[in-house]
């Protein structure tokens, strides 16, 4: 019989733990996590498998733990609220931008965990704003300074997957206009006023990934795991790459052949190829990984 | 349970639609089944719309030449997070009522409309130029005894059977999987097995029929993919794209990939037969040998 490995919240923490470096502030984020400064970005993925409770639902705490542990990580500092202040200012207004998906939701304990921290930086709750649909109306989110963008990851029917970069959709009242070529160029989202600019982490939920769609709505929990992870950067082209990479893993795995997604998630490569939104090939992402590594799939 | 049969027998009647063209859920499906009581309106959407009910998927049914939908939800009055779901989708034809059920198939049980499918509290099935899915998460025992049951209610409702596209029946039946036959008229399609190309390389639109099935013979496993054109014109066009972007430097009309496997295409009058990933160049030609003809 394997033992399993435990891994006190201590270790996790310390296991996070990279030397801080100076930087200088410029926009709310240091100009080194900007994705298009740089030839190579930094992704963290963080997986600790106490974050589900026994339905199935996550944690608060162990999912604040865990957003800690990636936030300090990609600041390259110890103490969490100094690593977010390094994305966040006090005089900022925040909009989370969610995902209601009613089959996997972002869920109320990670955009609690987010909202705590952006409060710990300084910024007062009346300028914390929660959202996904019907942002692209929603007076709080046009005037909002920062966005952080946080969702699950799923296998979507027409764009491949559902993953940071096509949650910027609610954004706009007409969604069709961008499901050309299944939904190639998702990544011109991201030059709209409301979102230029202004998405400091990008937050791919992994705790129970869907894999595979099925039926109308493209659901069934027969295609979910138990993943336990987040992944978190600032590179939204570079977070869904690593999200995708998981997901096809775990196709490859659970099918015993390469099955493909159908439609294949060209919209994040093209993000890269065509927009120069981020980075998508894997070979530049610097993974930082935390935590469990058992069943990993990357 | 016995009650829910009842209700059905007594309510034997055909799907009827409305002169809107809507669906009437009440002609084929109860108010309560087995102490799930229907919540909230029944919801029917258009192509227009489909998009706000089944975020992700509208795309999928648009491609197959959707009409109209109808759904109702169902919730036990002890726990209404435990509901059922029941979608009935108007394809407008049969051929395409199949084609979007193939796209989620993984296995084919055939004891409920003309062909179903049950996993983990997702139940599809098709019949007629109908698709229906009806949804009881979490799958239990008792919930998939409700499923099955509103099921066969709606199958029997749906009075005849549609016809399956006709350019299934060209590919050959030799190390076939059934369950793997994919049909469809969009070439997203294409790369449901296997990836082509996310261009239209194959000249596939609403007026061709393509069908790609995955073979397994022995070790070995092929993709197959029909073509039919409506046109012997538009067939060899697509031929031609064929060979130029997928096969170049072939020289003739079977190549050796990088990945030392064999694919090969073949124009047999209106209609494309691809052969992809064989293990030789004689598996081509046997598979090229043994496609149904043109009537």
Not at chain 1, 53 to 64: M, N
Not at chain 1, 176 to 199: F, N, Q, R, S
Request: charged content about 20%; hydrophobic content about 40%; proline content about 6%.
């Amino acid at each position: 019989m394997s033992k399993k490995k435990v891994i006190t919240r201590r270790e996790f923490i310390k296991g996070t733990s990279i030397a801080a470096i100076g930087s200088s502030l410029s926009w709310g984020a240091p100009a080194w996590l900007r994705p298009e400064s740089q030839n190579a970005t930094d992704v963290v993925l963080v997986r600790n498998q106490d974050v589900l409770d026994e339905s199935g639902s996550p944690k608060y705490d162990v999912v604040l733990e865990m957003l800690d542990a990636a936030v300090t990580a990609l600041a390259k500092t110890k103490d969490p609220i100094t690593a977010w202040k390094q994305f966040i200012k006090p005089h900022d207004v925040v909009g989370i931008k969610t995902n209601a998906w009613n089959f996997l939701p972002t869920t109320s304990p990670v955009e609690n965990a987010i909202k705590k921290r952006v409060m710990d930086v300084g910024v007062p709750e009346t300028n914390i704003g929660i959202k996904d649909r019907g942002v692209h109306a929603d007076p709080f989110f046009q005037k909002a300074t920062a966005l952080i963008n946080a969702r699950p990851m799923r296998t979507h029917h027409w764009a491949g997957v559902g993953s940071c970069l096509k949650n910027m959709i609610t954004f706009v009242p007409n969604p069709w206009i961008y499901h050309d070529d299944t939904c190639a160029d998702l990544a011109k989202l991201w030059e709209l006023p409301a979102i230029k600019g202004k998405v400091r982490l990008n937050i791919l939920v992994m705790f129970t990934p869907l894999f595979h769609s099925v039926g109308p709505h493209g659901f069934s929990p027969e295609y979910t795991w138990k993943y336990y992870g987040l992944i978190v950067g600032v590179d939204p082209v570079a977070v869904d790459t690593t999200g995708v990479r998981i997901i096809q893993a775990k196709r490859l795995r659970h099918f015993g052949e390469d099955r493909p997604l159908n439609p294949p998630a060209h919209h994040i490569s093209l993000a890269d190829t065509r927009h120069h939104l981020g980075i998508a090939d894997p070979g530049k992402i610097n993974l930082i990984k935390i935590g469990i590594s058992a069943d990993g799939l990357i | 349970m016995r009650q829910v049969a009842t209700f059905f027998l007594l309510f034997s009647t055909v799907v009827t639609m409305t002169s809107r063209g809507n669906i009437e859920l009440d002609r084929f499906l109860p108010q309560e089944i087995a102490g799930y009581r229907k919540i909230g309106p029944d919801v029917q959407h258009t192509p227009d719309d489909l998009y706000q009910y089944i975020d992700g998927g509208a795309e999928l049914f648009i491609s197959y030449g959707f009409r109209d939908m109808a759904g109702r939800q169902y919730a036990r009055a002890e726990d209404p997070d435990d509901t059922i779901t029941v979608d009935i989708f108007d394809m407008g034809h049969s051929f395409n009522a199949f084609g979007v059920f193939s796209q989620g198939c993984e296995t084919i049980q055939t004891t409920i409309g003309q062909a179903s499918q049950y996993a983990g509290g997702l139940l599809t099935l098709w019949k007629g130029r109908f698709y229906i899915s009806i949804m009881g998460f979490p799958g239990t025992e008792q919930k998939k005894e409700v499923v099955f049951t509103l099921a066969q209610g709606i199958a029997r409702s749906i009075p005849e059977e549609g016809a399956y596209p006709p350019v299934i029946a060209l590919l050959p039946p030799q190390g076939l999987v059934p369950a793997s036959i994919r049909y469809f008229h969009h070439h997203t399609w294409q790369n449901s097995h296997f990836f082509i190309s996310s261009e239209n390389i194959l000249h596939i639109d609403n007026h061709t029929e393509a069908v790609l099935a995955r073979y397994k013979e022995d070790d070995s496993t092929y993709l197959v993919m029909a073509i039919l054109y409506p046109e012997i014109t538009k067939a060899r066009a697509a031929h031609r794209s064929f060979l130029e972007k997928y096969l170049p430097g072939a020289g003739g009309d079977i190549k050796k990939r990088d990945d030392g496997r064999w694919t090969g295409c073949r124009l047999q009058e209106k209609l494309l037969i691809v052969v992809f990933n064989a293990a030789s160049p004689e598996k081509i030609d046997h598979v090229f040998a043994n496609v149904g003809k043109v009537k």
